[in-house]
């Protein structure tokens, strides 16, 4: 093992990265936006581009890189198993049905939104509607933490688990909500408002401005994230994940620590619940289920638990693969040898294996946080150099 | 005169160019043009998906993969993903991006499920070069088409062109084909129970609004009748409370999936036999061979939009079609929603021989289609009203005889 390692990564420059990061977003913003719709493209590019990574596949990973982040607060930073978060994409989902559509027909309010002011229903304008749908999504964090942070490590899990499975029955069953219509139940709420962004409302097939847009949001998770771990609170998170009766006896107060890391991680997960709506065009109950959690799970363990960088490759890598690289490389590959076999198909194998040996071979991930990776390999370091850890505990 | 050589130069060019493209434009004389279908080839619907595909290459193959004067391929869409398991909204955000992306693609043929559409028909719709045709072999949800949910179905359309067709009628018919099957029989007082699903809401919705209109007491209270809870170990309190009311018949408007199994083993146990009380349910319950096997199953009532395939005309190319289907693949179609399938395909490449080639002119010719029943491979005539809907609205009436669906009624909605 590296006796390189910096002992605690937290000292690192919280900075550097918003430079490489401008420069890829903008090329990517300059690739989709100006060369995909120029018609002097090479077809053989343009086909690779379509088939390989189209524009919405891309903006799709960026709505679960937004929300891997999220979740990554709550498991990678404090500690807390999540098994529920799907909720809180639903209800960020809502929040963009309720307030920037024409569910509630027989109202007729209109905030700076991008429909003429005589259309029906609540129209709220989409960065406002964002905001909002992070603070409720927070608030809901708060209410469900609330009761259950006294409970450890299974048990919350279990809790959340239940959670999770709660609020999106609401929704799938909320066509009568004690009288009240307030989701469509599972005809789901289709058609929600463009995103004005000042020049014009964006249209379907304006993908160039909702990457530059989803970029924005993962930026603004990505800082909010490094920004709090360098603090206080991130700091308190830490100690609470690697020994909870410690943190609390150095006086880390438990409850308010904890309950921030839900209230941030909800928060990212409304962020992503109103650009996810934006992005497919409405609210479907059926999306909000156990599995879509696990994925989100499955991302932050395979990227790197607690690091931001590993979070992003891991909802990359997963998104892609599920929703577009899998049936890219079956095509491409039936296309060669003219067999017919359906890789998607072969999708939960892959992800079942890919964990199997990434529990075997690299336990904390693809880009591992140094401190993780500090603790998972503590006896070996202890043999090689007893020396290097002893800064960090 | 001296002759400047640039100009020479750049007349020589423009020459070779226009002489270029005039070749190139003659030796152009077959395009080759993308049809696609869009389906879930993941989850519960995987096999059916697979057998529609199935489907309309085996009618591209009888075409010779030719329409009109076009060389027609075909391009398969998965509309679901391993994580979800069934059709996935973001999937169909993307399929219906990419299909306006293709340049070489002109039609859809899809999708399975209607809230799938409603992603989809609207990008198609803004299509700069289009709108895009998409005709659906399985949609079913009024909405799409018709005034149905507020807002619909104008919501679907933003430039007001209506570029969705279907094949398959509407669950409203459906529905009013089963409440006038019902009075025929002679029932008075109905009991009806909904799965809480978009799909079985609506059916249940068209049944309780007919049905009333026919002068049958509805039992049920509010416009679809009473949700179902398909996580419920059993019924007993549902049925015991229907039974108080003593109804001649219940009627079931949803999916056998949703625990249908348990339903109608209660139904039977609780309110009694099912010529005693009889039941009866929309197409969410055919096909199924588990249902089928039940023995409180016998003496059901099965309606089902479109032609079973058991009713498909003989002797004519939808005999043929399904003889040859059984031939190339060695198996029967899955049900006939997959020879629907091909009905779609087959509207769409009528469109496409009778046009120039641009997605905006099979536009215009979609309006004008109108293939025989002789010719369809469903063996009704495939030509639709101004919404999209196909005019041929049949409904057949099946039931659950010696564990298989035995041919009852053919029922026309005017």
């Known amino acids: ?393 | 005169m001296k002759k400047n050589p640039a100009k020479v130069a750049l007349v020589a060019l423009v020459a070779a160019a226009v002489s270029l493209t005039l070749v190139s434009s003659s030796s152009n004389a077959a395009t080759t043009l993308y049809i696609s279908s869009d389906l879930p080839k993941q989850g519960g619907s995987a096999d059916q998906s697979e057998s529609t595909n199935k489907a309309i290459k085996l009618l591209l193959k009888r075409m010779n993969n030719k329409a009109g004067k076009y060389i027609i391929k075909f391009r398969e869409y998965d509309n679901s993903t391993a994580a979800k398991g069934s059709w996935d909204d973001a999937q169909c955000a993307k399929n219906a991006q990419a299909h306006v992306a293709a340049r070489d693609e002109v039609a859809v043929m899809g999708t399975y499920n209607s809230g799938c559409a409603k992603i989809i028909v609207p990008i198609l719709n803004q299509d700069p070069k289009g709108p895009m045709i998409m005709v659906s072999n399985a949609n079913t949800n009024p909405g799409l088409t018709k005034i149905w949910g507020p807002g619909e179905p104008a919501k679907y359309y933003p430039n007001g062109k209506r570029n969705y067709y279907r094949v398959v009628t509407t669950d409203d018919n459906q529905g009013a084909a089963a409440a006038e099957y019902a009075k025929s029989l002679g029932v008075s007082k109905v009991y009806v129970l909904n799965d809480r699903q978009t799909y079985g809401q609506g059916v249940a919705q068209s049944f309780t609004t007919n049905a009333k209109k026919l002068g049958l007491t509805v039992l049920s209270a509010g416009d679809a009748g009473e949700g179902w809870d398909d996580k419920a170990t059993n019924y007993e309190a549902l049925f015991t409370k229907i039974k108080a009311l003593s109804p001649d018949m219940l009627y079931i408007g949803g999916i056998f999936d949703l625990n249908g199994g348990q339903l109608v083993k209660d139904k039977v146990k609780y309110l009694g036999s099912n010529t005693a009380v009889k039941m009866m349910m929309p197409d969410g319950f055919t096909g199924y061979p588990d249902f089928l096997a039940l023995p409180e199953a016998a003496g059901a009532y099965l309606s089902f939009t479109g032609l079973d395939i058991s009713q498909f005309p003989k002797g004519g190319v939808a005999e043929d079609f399904q003889d040859e289907y059984l031939l190339t693949y060695g198996e029967a179609p899955t049900s006939s929603f997959s020879v629907y399938g091909a009905a779609a395909a087959q509207v769409i490449l009528d469109a496409i021989s009778r046009s120039n080639g641009t997605r905006k002119d099979i536009f215009e010719k979609m309006k004008t289609v109108n293939i025989s029943a002789a010719k369809s491979v469903v063996g009704t005539q495939l030509k639709f009203d101004k919404n999209g809907d196909i005019l041929s609205k049949d409904i057949t009436i099946l039931i659950v005889k010696d564990k298989t669906e035995t041919f009852v009624k053919k029922i026309t909605i005017k």
């Open chain 1, 1 to 393: 093992m590296a006796k390189t390692i910096a002992p605690n990564n937290v000292a690192k420059s919280n900075r550097k990265w918003i430079t490489g990061y401008s420069i890829i977003g903008l090329l990517l913003f300059i690739t989709y936006q100006f060369l995909l719709p120029w018609e002097g493209l090479p077809l053989g590019i343009y086909d690779a581009i379509y088939r390989w990574m189209p524009p919405s596949a891309i903006n799709e990973s960026l709505v679960y890189i937004i929300m891997a982040l999220g979740l990554n607060i709550v498991v990678g930073y404090a500690g807390l198993l999540d098994l529920g978060y799907v909720a809180f994409w639903a209800i960020g989902g809502y929040c963009a049905g309720w307030f920037m559509s024409e569910f509630f027909y027989f109202l007729n309010i209109n905030f700076l939104g991008s429909v003429p002011a005589e259309a029906p229903g609540i129209h709220i304008n989409f960065w406002m509607v964002l905001l909002i749908g992070g603070f409720v999504c927070a608030v809901f964090g708060i209410l469900i933490g609330a009761p259950t942070l006294r409970l450890k490590s299974d048990y919350l899990a279990l809790v959340t688990l239940g959670f999770g499975e709660i609020i999106p029955q609401v929704f799938f069953n909320g066509e009568n909500f004690f009288g009240y219509n307030i989701s469509n139940g599972t005809k789901g709420i289709v058609g929600v408002d463009s995103i004005p962004v000042g020049v014009k409302n964006l249209g379907p097939f304006d993908f160039g401005w909702k990457l530059l847009i989803f970029l924005l949001l993962t930026a603004v998770m990505v800082f909010i994230s490094l920004r709090l771990r360098r603090g206080r609170l991130g700091r308190a998170w830490l100690a609470i994940r690697e020994d909870e009766l410690a943190a609390s006896m150095m006086g880390v107060p438990l409850m308010r620590t904890k309950l921030s890391a839900y209230a941030v991680g909800a928060f990212a997960g409304g962020l992503g619940g109103v650009a996810f709506a934006t992005h497919v065009n409405g609210v479907y109950a059926e999306r909000f289920n156990f599995t879509i959690s696990i994925f989100l799970l499955a991302m932050v363990v395979l990227g790197g638990m607690g690091n931001v960088w590993g979070v992003i490759l891991g909802a990359f890598i997963l998104s892609w693969v599920n929703g577009n690289g899998l049936t890219a490389f079956g095509q491409l590959y039936n296309e060669q040898f003219g067999t017919e076999i359906d890789f998607a198909s072969f999708t939960f194998l892959l992800f079942g294996l890919v964990l199997i040996f990434m529990m075997l071979f690299k336990r904390e991930g693809l880009l591992p946080e140094s401190r993780l990776k500090l603790m998972l390999h503590e006896d070996e370091l202890d043999q090689i150099d007893a020396s290097s850890k002893s800064g960090d505990k």
